[in-house]
C-alpha cells in the first residue's frame, strides 16, 4: 500500500492541477451565476417559523428582529427571560405575527428537545434553525488550574447547536427548511486567550460541513464566520483583556442585516464583514504569517512567558 500511496503523491497533484486549469473559469462562472440568480430570487421568510438561540441580546437578538421585519414567526431561546420578553415584544412591533418564548439551557439535551416540541406544538412545522447560542472563555490554556472549566464552552457552542439540529432535522426536511450557524472568525484564526473557543467552533464548522454532505439538498446550511461585533462580549474590558481592543467593532444592525441576507440568499458561507475572508486566505496559505502577528500584537511578545499574561471571566454571546 505503501507504493500506492507514493503513486498518488507524484499523480494527483499533477492530475489536480491540470483539472483545475481547465474547469475552474467554468466552476467560477457558475458560482457567479448562480449568486446573481440567488440575490435575485432569495427567500421570502413571510410566515415561516425560525427558532433562534441565543436570542436575548447580540446577534440572536437582532436576527429575530431582521426576521420579524420579514413576517416571519419566531421561537426565541436563551436563559434570561426577561431580556427574551422585551426583544419578543419588540419583534411583535416590527412585524411578526406571533412570536413565542422558550427559556433554558442549550447544554441541556433536554431543554433543546423541548424547544423544538414547543416550535412544533405552537406552528405545526419547522422551517429555520438558527444556532447562535454560545459563550467564549479568556485565558492561556496552560494558566488554567483545572482544565474541566472548559467543558461548559464545548457543551454550549458545540453540543448546544448539535443538540436543536439533531431534534430539528426531520422537521426540517418536511420543510426544506435550513439550519443558520453563528460560527466565527476566530475558527479560521489561532487567536492567543481563545484557543477553547476557537476549538469549539472549529468543531462546529467541521460537524456543520459534513452534516452538509450527509443531508444533501434537502436542507440547506449557512456557516457564518462574523468578526468583531458590538455585543455584551465586546464591551467592558473584555477587548483589553483579549488584546483586540485596537481591532474595528462592526455594529450589531449592521452584521445581522448582512447575516439575513446570506440567509434568504441559501449562502454556503458568509465573512462578515467581507474583508475578513483575507484573514482566512492568510492562514490557508501562509499560517507562519498569521502566528506570528497574533504573537507579536495579541500577546505583546514573540515568546509565551507568562509575564504577559492575564485571564478573563467567562463572557457570553
Request: net charge neutral; proline share 4%; hydrophobic share 40%.
Given at each position: ?34 449568486s446573481i440568480s440567488r440575490s435575485i430570487f432569495s ?136 439550519i443558520i450557524v453563528i460560527a466565527s472568525i476566530a ?21 456543520y460541513e459534513t452534516l452538509r454532505v450527509e443531508v ?102
Amino acid at each position: 500500500m505503501d507504493s500506492v500511496h507514493k503513486l498518488l503523491n507524484i499523480v494527483l497533484p499533477l492530475i489536480s492541477l491540470f483539472l483545475l486549469f481547465f474547469f475552474l473559469p467554468v466552476i467560477l462562472l457558475f458560482k457567479i451565476s448562480n449568486s446573481i440568480s440567488r440575490s435575485i430570487f432569495s427567500e421570502n421568510v413571510s410566515s415561516k417559523i425560525v427558532l433562534i438561540t441565543g436570542a436575548s441580546s447580540g446577534i440572536g437578538e437582532h436576527l429575530a428582529y431582521e426576521y420579524a421585519k420579514g413576517g416571519a414567526c419566531l421561537v426565541l431561546v436563551a436563559r434570561r427571560e426577561k431580556q427574551l420578553q422585551e426583544v419578543a415584544c419588540k419583534a411583535r412591533r416590527l412585524g411578526s405575527p406571533d412570536v413565542i418564548v422558550e427559556t433554558g439551557d442549550v447544554s441541556k439535551v433536554e431543554d433543546c428537545k423541548r424547544f423544538v416540541d414547543a416550535a412544533l406544538n405552537h406552528f405545526g412545522k419547522l422551517n429555520h434553525v438558527v444556532n447562535n447560542a454560545g459563550i467564549a472563555p479568556l485565558c492561556l490554556f496552560e494558566d488554567t488550574d483545572n482544565v474541566e472549566d472548559f467543558a461548559p464552552i464545548m457543551n454550549t457552542n458545540f453540543w448546544g447547536s448539535v443538540y436543536c439540529t439533531h431534534f430539528a432535522i426531520p422537521h426540517l426536511r418536511k420543510s426544506r427548511g435550513k439550519i443558520i450557524v453563528i460560527a466565527s472568525i476566530a475558527q479560521w484564526s489561532p487567536i492567543p486567550r481563545l484557543s477553547i473557543y476557537c476549538g469549539s467552533k472549529g468543531a462546529l464548522v467541521s460537524f456543520y460541513e459534513t452534516l452538509r454532505v450527509e443531508v444533501g439538498s434537502d436542507i440547506g446550511i449557512t456557516i457564518v464566520g462574523p468578526g468583531v461585533v458590538d455585543s455584551e462580549i465586546t464591551r467592558g474590558d473584555f477587548m483589553s483583556k483579549a488584546g483586540v481592543d485596537g481591532f474595528p467593532v462592526e455594529s450589531t444592525e449592521g452584521c445581522t442585516k448582512a447575516i439575513f441576507k446570506s440567509i434568504c440568499r441559501g449562502d454556503r458561507y458568509l465573512f462578515e464583514p467581507a474583508w475578513e475572508r483575507t484573514i482566512y486566505f492568510w492562514n490557508l496559505l501562509c499560517p507562519e504569517v498569521i502566528e506570528s502577528f497574533h504573537r507579536w500584537f495579541l500577546l505583546g511578545r514573540p515568546n509565551n512567558s507568562k509575564s504577559n499574561r492575564n485571564s478573563g471571566a467567562l463572557k457570553s454571546d
